[in-house]
């Protein structure tokens, strides 16, 4: 069975510092995406970023870069210079046309 | 290009009726999946369609069921309505090329579905 699991279910950042959200995963799918997905109170998913498994290069997207080991299965995400908007509940999300996702772990931002 | 779009945003309704939710996909998307979220069990996939065809389903009974239109709109259907299927229920769409696309999903705003 797939399985995606954020062992983090709350982590607390300062303003303009950075943190690191941690993602293990488990597949049996040879070809899979994985993403990071930001959920606001407003309850709108956003994504954060994306990243193929096939590819060995780390996805960036602005202040947001992931560590993917594929290896280890191991996916996290680090936002650099936090900012009060990215204060939100942040999910980690493996597969192709059906997507696993983990628990969550939820982002507080403090001025 | 207008996003996905869900109807309606929120519904209450008591246990044994049955409910309707719709989903309408970006403009060309041809990928249509459900999902529902709860406090207790998180995000959990429901079913993909794609092309009028179920093509993922996940571990749902059987009162949760779905279609997809030519049009590419989606409905979710859930008969003798629980306690428990209380949720926020989103709907993603994609636009998969081959295997080789990140298959990016575009979700709605979710529909809340209160059972009393």
């Known amino acids: 069975a797939q399985t995606v699991t954020q062992s983090q279910p709350e982590m607390s950042v300062q303003e303009a510092e950075t943190v690191t959200l941690s993602c293990t995963y488990d597949?049996?799918?040879?070809?899979?995406?994985l993403f990071w997905y930001k959920q606001p109170p407003s309850r709108q998913m956003i994504l954060v970023i994306r990243?193929?498994?096939?590819?060995?290069q780390n996805a960036t997207e602005n202040r947001f870069s992931v560590n993917f080991q594929k290896a280890a299965k191991s996916f996290s995400l680090k936002i650099s210079d936090s900012q009060l908007g990215d204060a939100a509940m942040y999910f980690c999300?493996?597969?192709?046309?059906?997507?696993?996702f983990g628990t969550g772990t939820r982002l507080k931002v403090l001025a | 290009k207008a996003g996905v779009t869900q109807t309606p945003r929120y519904l209450i309704k008591t246990r044994g009726q049955q409910v309707t939710l719709s989903c309408s996909p970006i403009?060309?998307?041809?990928?249509v999946s459900w999902y529902q979220q709860t406090p207790g069990q998180g995000l959990q996939f429901l079913f993909e369609?794609?092309?009028?065809?179920?093509?993922n389903k996940g571990n749902f009974p059987g009162r949760f069921s779905g279609r997809q239109f030519s049009n590419s709109r989606s409905e979710m259907n859930v008969s003798t309505l629980e306690l428990g299927d209380s949720a926020l229920y989103l709907c993603?769409?994609?636009?998969?090329?081959?295997?080789?696309?990140?298959?990016?999903?575009?979700f709605g705003p979710g529909t809340r579905l209160t059972v009393l």
């Open positions: 597949t049996s799918e040879s070809d899979y995406y």
């Open positions: 990243q193929e498994a096939y590819k060995q």
């Open positions: 993603a769409s994609s636009s998969p090329v081959d295997k080789q696309d990140p298959n990016e999903q575009f």
């Open positions: 999300a493996s597969g192709t046309y059906k997507y696993i």
């Open positions: 403009s060309g998307h041809r990928s």
């Open positions: 369609y794609f092309s009028e065809t179920q093509r």
